[in-house]
């Protein structure tokens, strides 16, 4: 009896339902020990700290600031109820997004088994459970584990609706695309693909088919015909004309409606005008590292730098190994090539991230990249199950060593270690200290580590007209008031890899050391450094300065905000104190 005929007969008996459910299960319980087991061992970074303030707005509050941004609503309507009940501890924050991503686990198997068999199904579940690349981002408080959820249904339920044209499969592609779309605008990038499976593979081939057949109906007479022709048309034309309409106002508010200062958010990260401080505006340039960086971070999760370089270097064999893979999907369904122009849209932002390399964030490929893993679990249930078998054995392993580095690696290139610098902070204040910190947009994971008794400084400030006073002369300006006033002045430097923000942190060191400020104390965390200066006639105890707590071990607390007046700016300091 053949492989395939032996799992149809035993994916249809008791023993075979309940072995398959058992696996599917034990999958979801892996999944969701490795999302909790690691959910605090970084701390928040800075879009994380975004969410805490977006979502902590009122409901109406929300909608208007996001009409106006660069992200739609969705998730952050969902993250305001969800911080109403559960608190803004970073666990709190961060379990929306474990729950949405260990979800995925068994629709992965559903989506798996319904497009092709149970085989398939399961090794989807695997996937998606042991995936570094999923785990990470079901572990975050931003939008990408509910994207990777929503795209996963959107190429589901669209292979169903197509394939059994009933009206329930229909209104599900409808509800999880519009889903999808109202979380991330990139998801447009997968909607474009399945348009193109439907105009080219759907209609284009069944009424090239008809014709040949002589059956068709349709004609540049009877275009109506075309609806006879292609039975699926009516609905899917429907369906789309809602996502349209519904995405369309929204947008159209997002678009063209500007802002008191110029064009909307969105409109200028699209143009570059509203890029974040430092970020080089679009050009065309070869960035090809940039791509493979981001199919390595897709396969292996997120690693020291030194062992994302060597990941890197093995894109040759990872090209071999894709071709020889190619010969397994041979010939090419339907409903592969429905999957296959959905992932197309990896190849299209990667074209785009060749003139705004902002793309070029894995993150981005959330939404496009839901199908691909489909595709790959097609790919390993086509092999036979003696190569299959030790091949999945290695894959699981190394899935699980990766996961463990990415886990709880210190020199994890995506991590900023802004967390441990703040609690030093908090851990070593004393009455009369001020914090800058560089660069300035800093200011959310300020508020959410710092209590507002303490004063703290984004630098460079803002000064009239919102115009930044980032020249030498006019940070020394801002620094000096700020230090004319305090006893101590920490200094926490993040973001040192951008060149704009390393100028200000060096004219900032430049005039402490000019002024015969003394950095009694030095701290070097992950991508982030503190400094504690002191003026000449003050001395730090050796036994006065605690570190913070290590990353791992920190308390997953939301942080202590003590009653009291918030910091007022010393006199003739542009800006505002940030306080929570």
Request: aromatic residues 12%.
């Amino acid at each position: 009896m053949s492989s395939r005929s032996h799992e149809t007969v035993s994916g249809t008996s008791d023993e075979g339902r309940l072995k398959t459910a058992l696996t599917v299960v034990t999958w979801t319980l892996v999944g969701l020990a490795l999302r909790v087991a690691s959910i605090n061992t970084r701390g928040l970074w800075l879009d994380e700290a975004i969410t805490v303030k977006q979502a902590s707005r009122t409901f109406l509050r929300i909608i208007q600031k996001m009409a106006t941004g660069v992200h739609p609503p969705l998730y952050h309507i969902t993250m305001h109820f969800w911080l109403k009940y559960f608190g803004t501890s970073e666990v709190a924050l961060r379990s929306f997004s474990v729950i949405v991503g260990v979800i995925a686990i068994p629709v992965a198997y559903w989506a798996g088994k319904r497009i092709y068999d149970r085989r398939t199904g399961l090794i989807a579940a695997g996937l998606i459970s042991l995936s570094p690349f999923h785990i990470w981002y079901s572990q975050e408080a931003r939008m990408y584990a509910f994207l990777f959820l929503g795209g996963l249904l959107s190429a589901t339920f669209l292979v169903l609706a197509v394939r059994e044209n009933r009206k329930h499969l229909w209104v599900g592609y409808l509800v999880f695309t519009t889903m999808g779309l109202f979380t991330h605008y990139f998801f447009l990038f997968l909607m474009v693909g399945q348009i193109l499976f439907y105009v080219f593979g759907i209609v284009w081939n069944t009424e090239r088919d008809a014709r040949h057949a002589k059956t068709a109906q349709a004609s540049w007479r009877n275009p109506k015909g075309l609806f006879a022709d292609v039975p699926t048309l009516g609905p899917w034309l429907l369906v789309s004309l809602a996502m349209v309409l519904f995405i369309g106002v929204w947008l159209a508010n997002s678009v063209f409606v500007p802002a008191d200062s110029g064009p909307t958010a969105l409109v200028g990260s699209v143009a570059g005008s509203g890029l974040g401080y430092g970020q080089e505006a679009p050009r065309l340039a070869l960035r090809f590292n940039d791509v493979a960086i981001v199919v390595a971070q897709m396969t292996v999760g997120f690693h020291s730098p030194a062992a994302m370089g060597s990941f890197v270097s093995l894109w040759p064999g990872l090209i071999y190994f894709a071709f020889l893979l190619m010969g397994l999907i041979r010939p090419v369904s339907r409903w592969t090539w429905a999957l296959l122009l959905g992932a197309g849209g990896i190849l299209v932002m990667f074209a785009l991230g060749q003139w705004q390399g902002q793309i070029l964030a894995s993150r981005y490929f959330v939404a496009v990249g839901a199908p691909a893993f489909l595709l790959t679990a097609r790919l390993l249930a086509k092999l036979e199950l003696r190569v299959a078998r030790p091949l999945m054995a290695v894959m699981i392993v190394f899935a699980l060593v990766a996961w463990a580095d990415q886990s709880y690696n210190p020199n994890n290139a995506m991590t900023h270690d802004d967390r441990a610098a703040f609690q030093t902070i908090v851990a070593n204040y004393q009455p009369g200290d001020a914090v800058i910190y560089v660069p300035f947009y800093l200011d959310p994971l300020a508020t959410y580590y710092l209590p507002q008794s303490i004063p703290q400084y984004g630098m460079p400030r803002y000064g009239e007209f919102d115009v930044l006073r980032n020249s030498q002369a006019l940070i020394d300006e801002d620094t000096a008031r700020i230090a004319a006033s305090a006893k101590r002045v920490w200094v926490l430097l993040s973001f040192q890899d951008i060149d704009p923000v390393r100028n200000d942190s060096q004219a900032i060191r430049y005039w402490m050391k000019h002024n015969g400020y003394t950095a009694e104390k030095q701290v070097s965390l992950n991508q982030v450094e503190l400094l504690l200066y002191t003026p000449p006639e003050v001395v730090v105890p050796p036994s006065f300065f605690t570190p913070a707590p290590s990353t791992s071990a920190t308390s997953s607390a939301a942080p202590t905000q003590p009653p009291s007046a918030s910091a007022t700016p010393p006199a003739g300091v542009p800006g505002t104190v940030t306080t929570p």
